[in-house]
């Protein structure tokens, strides 16, 4: 995940306050400048350097320590983060710092002044800063911090204060576990300079570092050394959880499925920095559902195990490997570098998150871990999700993108409206994704594919890299996004008419023909079946209440009836719960008209309710429903739900 305009700011700011170090002090002004612009490895300063311990874990605390040397004349800001990678919104990290204690080299205590809730102005130093505090984490999953008595689930943002200016500087990181607790250390951290201590790691630079969530546990560890694709990139697996260690190993023989075919629609995997990429995966009852991508590790978390949600825990593998490739390299402009110090937003989430989206499960299915009726389920539900939702007529997919700050685990106590108003990027995006697949196939008789479409972005934008760890130098904007398609489409004016009106505009691609061609049959779920509207009830004292917005113009909405009424008969019989409502529904017909009574703040309101027929679609294979399938059909189907054959990795 990513985001927003701000990111840049900081930048040309924290350069202002650099020190010069001896050796770029000699060179020109116009070369200083170049590397604000052009982030290179500043190894001839001080790094930064980190110890973690955790003489309290099971108070959910722990210990860092962080020295800071060759610091410049002035004021030392130091900040807690406000976002982390691949989150949209604002988490104030800063809240869970206890008993900061700052001082010099001697350990005197130096003085700090206090000018925002996530800063720490420093003064009064002559070079060095010792920081020393505590912090409280008890959440599980990819972005807060997690301490107990089995592990350090360390998500950076969340858990370590950085100071400004030294953003370029190199990172020191030493894990001190608790004594005899066999704790190891998961992480794209890179090895320490001599590489034998296996609880130091180093970081290029903040933007790495900040990236490298880190378990510290008795993990279990799998690792699969990818022999026979280039640079032969070794994948991990450091899995914490209760299962068995057949479990895992049969789990680890999935992932390597999926690890693969995702290449295969790239044609090559990217240069893992280490040339490693590590699985971080919490499978413990004590986690919370989650997955988030980083340049060369994912954190999965789950509450669920290996044996009762193997294909769940697959599902979001396969999504959080194709970041590796479609945002951790293949990156919105808007999100390069990641702004730690404010929301991040993009326009281009419904690529970054919503294509990916579609590939996941895409990717299942072609790894031959999924059934296509999973897909063609998903994907029913996409579409559903996208054609039905009030929110359309409001936004269009990239506007939808620019709400992440607000919605992506963003934390608000206020009610909003979004039932009605928004649509997520994530559903949106792979809806079209689904779409320009199918057009590109269909328009191309098969030659040209969304495939063809992601290896050009990964060769323009993503497989160019970035000059240090961290860093995306060649970032896309949707301008980039639009010249790819007419490019490997041939077609301009398809391209812009195609991002006009799906992207950019509000319109939905019409998908019953283009699954038509694959022998697959977009239809009516429910023919017949009346529908008053999709809201949620929940059952309180004897009746059912709203608890959703109503959505725009459907029968109940039209009725009037919204959030908090109580619901109490239709049609005139009595209605005690959601089940009553349901079933009193379900037994009329679309063009029915029946009276709904209910109760708000008090009143009591009897209105019309004028049912329809239920909207909600379903993919079902054409064979399965007695049509006959052509050869012309059956090749579609089979080159666009088959693994490619592009190579043999
Ligand atoms: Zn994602």
């Known amino acids: 995940m990513t985001l927003l305009a701000g990111a840049f700011?900081?930048?040309?700011?924290?350069?202002?306050?650099?020190?010069?170090?001896?050796?770029?002090?000699?060179?020109?002004?116009?070369?200083?400048?170049?590397?604000?612009?052009?982030?290179?490895?500043?190894?001839?300063?001080?790094?930064?350097?980190?110890?973690?311990?955790?003489?309290?874990?099971?108070?959910?605390?722990?210990?860092?320590?962080?020295r800071f040397d060759e610091v410049p004349a002035g004021a030392l800001e130091l900040r807690m983060s406000r976002s982390s990678p691949g989150r949209y919104a604002l988490h104030e990290f800063a809240k869970n710092v206890i008993d900061v204690r700052i001082t010099d080299a001697s350990g005197a205590a130096l003085p700090v002044a206090r000018p925002n809730p996530h800063q720490w102005n420093v003064t009064g130093h002559s070079g060095s800063v010792r920081v020393a505090y505590r912090i409280f984490g008890d959440r599980v999953d990819g972005t807060y911090l997690g301490i107990d008595s089995t592990h350090a689930h360390i998500n950076m943002p969340a858990a370590l204060m950085w100071a400004r200016g030294f953003e370029l500087r190199p990172v020191t990181v030493r894990f001190a576990p608790p004594a005899g607790a066999g704790w190891r250390v998961a992480t794209q951290l890179l090895p320490g300079a001599d590489g034998a201590d296996p609880f130091t790691f180093t970081a290029p630079n903040l933007q790495y570092l900040m990236d490298s969530p880190t378990e510290v546990s008795a993990f279990s560890l799998r690792t699969i050394t990818l022999a026979d694709a280039p640079r032969s990139p070794v994948v991990r697996l450091a899995v914490h959880h209760t299962g068995t260690d057949a479990e895992l190993d049969a789990f680890t023989h999935d992932v390597e499925r999926i690890v693969r075919e995702a290449a295969r629609v790239y044609g090559e995997f990217p240069a893992f920095d280490g040339n490693t990429y590590t699985f971080i995966a919490d499978y413990t009852p004590w986690a919370n559902g989650d997955g988030m991508e980083h340049r060369n590790s994912t954190i999965v978390t789950s509450q669920g195990s290996i044996r009762g949600n193997r294909f769940g825990l697959l599902d979001t593998i396969s999504h959080e490997f194709f970041h590796a490739w479609n945002v951790e390299r293949i990156r919105p402009r808007a999100l390069e570098p990641f702004n730690f110090e404010d929301a991040n937003m993009s326009g281009e989430l419904w690529l970054a998150e919503g294509v990916t989206s579609y590939y996941g499960p895409l990717v299942l299915l072609r790894s031959g871990l999924g059934q296509i009726g999973d897909f063609t389920e998903e994907m029913a539900s996409v579409i559903n999700g996208v054609q039905s939702s009030p929110g359309r007529r409001l936004r269009s997919a990239e506007e939808m993108s620019r709400l992440a700050p607000f919605v992506d685990a963003a934390a608000t106590i206020d009610r909003t409206d979004f039932d009605n108003t928004y649509i997520s990027y994530y559903t949106w995006g792979a809806a079209i994704g689904l779409g320009l697949d199918l057009t590109l196939r269909d328009r191309s008789n098969g030659a040209v594919t969304l495939d063809h479409f992601m290896r050009a972005l990964w060769q323009k934008h993503g497989k160019?890299?970035?000059?240090?760890?961290?860093?995306?130098?060649?970032?896309?904007?949707?301008a980039d996004l639009e010249a790819a398609l007419a490019s490997v489409a041939g077609d301009a004016a398809f391209a812009d008419d195609f991002f006009a009106r799906f992207i950019q505009g509000r319109e939905v691609v019409n998908y019953e023909p283009l699954l038509a061609r694959a022998g697959l049959a977009l239809r009516l779920a429910s023919p017949g079946r009346a529908f008053a509207g999709q809201v949620r009830l929940l059952d309180m004292q004897g009746r059912p209440r709203v608890l959703s917005a109503a959505p725009l113009d459907s029968p109940v909405y039209r009725a009037g009836l919204d959030r908090d009424d109580v619901i109490l008969a239709v049609a005139g019989s009595d209605v005690a719960n959601a089940s009553d409502f349901e079933r009193l529904i379900r037994t009329r017909k679309p063009g029915d008209e029946v009276p709904l009574?209910?109760?708000?703040?008090?009143?009591?309101?009897?209105?019309?309710?004028?049912?329809?027929?239920?909207?909600?679609?379903?993919?079902?294979?054409a064979e399965d429903i007695g049509r006959p399938m052509t050869d012309a059909q059956r090749r579609f189907r089979d080159a666009w739900l088959g693994s490619p054959a592009w190579n043999t990795f």
């Open 9 to 66: 700011a900081s930048r040309p700011a924290f350069a202002r306050r650099r020190r010069a170090s001896a050796r770029s002090r000699r060179i020109s002004c116009f070369v200083a400048l170049l590397a604000v612009l052009v982030p290179v490895a500043a190894g001839a300063q001080a790094p930064v350097e980190y110890r973690l311990s955790f003489p309290e874990p099971e108070h959910r605390l722990m210990t860092v320590e962080v």
């Open 597 to 621: 009574v209910f109760e708000r703040r008090g009143q009591r309101i009897t209105a019309m309710l004028r049912l329809v027929q239920d909207p909600r679609l379903e993919i079902v294979r």
């Open 464 to 478: 160019p890299g970035g000059k240090a760890p961290g860093y995306v130098d060649v970032p896309y904007t949707m």
